[in-house]
């Protein structure tokens, strides 16, 4: 596992899952996607494709994802094959309480020798911004 994270918001479990699960709500609140970019006719739900581009250190940077799993108000996994890795993110939304609970998995599978030496070395620093992204989650969630 290459980052895991797990946080309590206090915002029912569909809007959670509404926010990650479909780009153009999770690009809302994460204020530093500056774009997307539909490559398939459907925008939601399993075998959506889009290029999502973010602000990273003061420059843009474009991947390209795919939804690969998707089980409503449950569930959702996009994967994303950049920089010679590929990065597996399933998302987990479960009621706890209250709350809603955000479990977050990333999994970063390097396919290629220079990916495999340099991806161990950014996993501080993408855990940090993947973190980021769910703080910002967070916030959107609680202040519909």
């Known amino acids: 596992m290459f980052t895991n994270i797990t946080k309590s918001i206090s915002a029912p479990a569909d809007v959670v899952f509404a926010t ?10 994460v204020p530093h996607i500056t774009g997307v970019e539909f490559l398939s006719e459907h925008k939601s739900g399993k075998g959506a494709r ?8 003061g420059r843009e940077h474009s991947q390209i ?3 690969t799993e998707y089980v409503e108000n449950d569930r959702v996994r996009m994967v994303s094959d950049a920089g010679g ?3 597996d993110t399933l998302f987990t939304v479960s ?3 209250d709350v809603t609970r955000l479990d977050v998995e990333m999994d970063a599978r390097p396919h290629k020798l220079m990916a495999r030496l340099t991806t161990p070395l950014i996993r501080g620093m993408v855990s940090k911004a993947v973190a980021q992204d ?3 989650v967070k ?3 609680e202040s519909l």
């Open 20 to 29: 990650v699960s479909d780009i153009t709500n999770f690009s809302k609140a």
């Open 95 to 97: 009621t706890d309480g």
């Open 134 to 136: 769910i703080d910002a």
């Open 65 to 67: 994802l795919e939804v």
């Open 139 to 141: 916030a959107y969630c």
């Open 50 to 57: 889009f290029r999502e581009t973010r602000e990273m250190r």
């Open 85 to 87: 890795t590929v990065w």
